[in-house]
C-alpha cells in the first residue's frame, strides 16, 4: 500500500539556524505535495506545497524541494525561530487525489 | 475569517454512548473531510465527501457514519462509542482536488 513516511521523529535546531525536514513517499502517481505544521492542541496549519511539475518552490522562509526521481520531498526554514517549534507533517495525493499523511517530526528549537 | 468550526471541542463518553461530532466552514469549498489523529501516528482518513451530496469511505470507516447536511457543513457520528475511538477527530475542506485542506483545531474524544 502507499505510505507517506519522515525520517526522523525529533529535529532539535538552534534559534537562528536553518532547518530541514525530510519526507520519502512510495506512490510514483503522487502529483501533489503538502506541507503542514500543528502546534499543540490546533488543527494542522498549511505551510506550502508543491505539484509534480514543480522541483522547487518556496515561501515566507520556507522552501520545499521535490525529487521525484528518488521519491522524496524536504521543508527547509530558514533562520529558526521558536514559534516554529512544532510538529511538521507532509501528505501526498494517491491515486484519487486524497491526501496520505506522514506520522510527523517533531521540531525543538533550542536558544 | 473563522474558517473550519468544529463542536464540541472536547468530549467524554461511556462505551455503547452515541454522539455526533459536527464541522462547518465557511469558505464555500466543496471537499470536507474526517479525519482521527493517534498519538505518534499521522492524520488518518475516516470519510470524506467530495461534493455536496456524496460521501465515501476513507482508511478507517468501520464505527462510523457521516452526513454532508449540505455544502458547510458535514458530520461525523458514532453510534456505539468503543474505547479504540478515543481520538482527536479533525474536519478538514478544500476548494477541490490538488488545493490545501484547511483543518479545525478538532475534537478531543475520550471514551471510558
Known amino acids: 500500500g502507499e505510505s507517506v513516511g519522515l525520517h526522523l521523529p525529533t529535529l532539535s535546531v538552534q534559534e537562528g539556524d536553518n532547518s530541514i525536514i525530510n519526507c520519502a513517499y512510495s506512490?510514483?502517481?503522487?502529483?501533489?505535495f503538502i506541507w503542514y505544521k500543528q502546534e499543540s492542541g490546533k488543527g494542522p496549519q498549511f505551510i506550502i506545497d508543491i505539484r509534480s511539475n514543480m522541483d522547487k518552490r518556496q515561501g515566507q522562509r520556507v522552501t520545499v524541494l521535490l525529487n521525484k526521481t528518488v521519491k522524496h520531498l524536504s521543508l527547509q526554514i530558514a533562520a529558526t525561530q521558536p514559534g516554529d517549534s512544532a510538529v511538521y507533517f507532509c501528505a501526498a495525493s494517491d491515486s484519487w487525489g486524497k491526501l496520505q499523511f506522514g506520522a510527523g517530526t517533531q521540531v525543538v528549537v533550542t536558544p | 475569517n473563522a474558517g473550519v468550526t468544529q463542536t464540541p471541542k472536547f468530549q467524554v463518553l461511556k462505551t455503547g454512548q452515541s454522539m455526533t461530532l459536527q464541522c462547518a466552514q465557511d469558505m464555500n469549498h466543496n471537499s470536507m473531510y474526517w479525519y482521527r489523529q493517534d498519538p505518534g501516528m499521522g492524520l488518518r482518513l475516516i470519510y470524506y465527501s467530495a461534493s455536496e451530496g456524496t460521501t465515501d469511505k476513507g482508511e478507517v470507516p468501520n464505527g462510523y457514519n457521516v452526513s454532508r447536511l449540505n455544502k458547510r457543513e458535514f458530520s461525523l457520528r458514532l453510534e456505539s462509542a468503543a474505547p479504540s475511538q478515543t481520538s482527536v477527530y479533525f474536519c478538514?475542506?478544500?476548494?477541490?482536488?490538488?488545493?490545501?485542506?484547511?483543518f479545525g483545531d478538532g475534537t478531543r474524544l475520550s471514551i471510558l
Open positions: 506512490n510514483s502517481a503522487s502529483d501533489y
Open positions: 478538514a475542506s478544500r476548494v477541490y482536488s490538488n488545493q490545501p485542506q484547511h
